[in-house]
């Protein structure tokens, strides 16, 4: 379509015609790349909507603005070509105020309009709820503290979160900021992997398992130096810094397992800092939960049960002995040899 009105142009189509249909052309393209671009992985978090939409928004501008800027260099390379035998220079033009003004202006609202959206996102996720003071937008802020809490200062309140305040977080909207998420992790990052503790049941696991379509709230903090917990799949990435809490909050909405990545360089092995998280059925996830607290009291068990202390070291030995194949005899030996070498050296020492 676009090439017939280039075809019949030089015959009888006035050529603001020809820029409305390249317009609408051009919108539409944009419009459908923008939604139809595969560039972002699945989306498995109610939060992953919203970062998507920015996106989208984003890609659908870019590409309007790609196929303008890249058509017009081409038109113009093909349009203003040299001819054969031809030796002239083109016209000389000098700077053009109105069209300067104008391809200034556009970017600039663009990004305005683009800055005012993001900023509107990262509100939405909680994001914004971290710097925020009462001396800003006081009457928010009410809402999800009471008292004398509105006067801790921002940095102090990002050190307790666990008393309801608001932390150094993300993916709290701010209806659910303050409020207790349905499950809580804590994390833990350190060189070279994250260690998961569920503190209502004390569990400690080095892969994330939650329940799908529950609020999930992670507090962040790291053993050594700064990592950074990173979700692709739920839009979300948050730092984990030593020696304070940051906090990540999201609800799952697909079953599946997802990377768990560390997206800052914090040392040699950074690259293999990876792990799974695992959205399953609140079924799966229990019985999950019940399978990791037997296997743990089995280890503890045996730890019990090992306690070398209540035998003699023949005792502790033996099926060891028996293994390697020393008798019972030599082992006796070997026991009373090494008590006579200790009381020797205590005897050493004392001298
Ligand atoms: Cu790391």
Not at 37 to 55: R, T
């Amino acid at each position: 379509m676009l090439l017939a009105v280039f075809h019949f142009k030089p015959v009888n189509i006035p050529s603001q015609i020809t820029t409305l249909i390249i317009g609408i052309a051009v919108t539409l393209i944009s419009l459908w790349y923008g939604q139809n671009h595969g560039l972002m992985p699945v989306a498995a978090s109610e939060e992953a909507g919203q970062v998507d939409g920015l996106f989208n928004t984003m890609m659908t501008i870019a590409t309007g603005l790609f196929i303008l800027i890249q058509g017009a260099l081409i038109y113009s390379l093909i349009k203003f070509r040299r001819r054969k035998n031809d030796q002239m220079d083109g016209p000389s033009i000098h700077g053009n105020i109105p069209l300067e003004i104008v391809w200034t202006a556009i970017p600039a609202v663009i990004v305005l309009i683009l800055s005012l959206y993001s900023f509107e996102v990262y509100n939405i996720m909680g994001g914004l709820d971290p710097m925020a003071s009462h001396d800003h937008h006081g009457s928010q802020l009410a809402h999800h503290h009471s008292g004398d809490e509105q006067d801790v200062a921002p940095s102090l309140i990002a050190f307790a979160p666990s008393q309801g305040q608001v932390a150094l977080g993300l993916g709290a909207s701010p209806e659910t900021a303050g409020q207790e998420a349905q499950l809580t992790v804590d994390v833990m990052g350190l060189q070279y992997a994250w260690l998961f503790t569920y503190p209502d049941t004390g569990l400690v696991s080095g892969e994330l398992h939650i329940p799908v379509g529950e609020e999930v709230q992670l507090n962040l903090t790291a053993m050594d130096v700064l990592h950074a917990f990173w979700l692709p799949q739920f839009r979300i990435k948050q730092d984990a810094i030593p020696g304070r809490e940051s906090q990540l909050r999201f609800t799952p909405t697909k079953l599946g397992d997802y990377p768990v990545i560390c997206a800052e360089l914090c040392g040699s092995y950074h690259g293999s800092m990876v792990t799974r998280l695992y959205v399953e059925t609140p079924e799966e996830y229990e019985a999950w939960m019940q399978e990791q607290l037997l296997a743990s009291a089995d280890k503890l068990e045996e730890t019990v049960a090992l306690n070398p202390a209540q035998m003699s070291d023949s005792e502790f030995l033996a099926p060891y002995a028996q293994e390697m194949g020393i008798d019972s005899q030599s082992l006796k030996h070997l026991e009373h040899e090494g008590r006579r070498q200790e009381a020797g050296g205590r005897r050493e020492e004392s001298l």
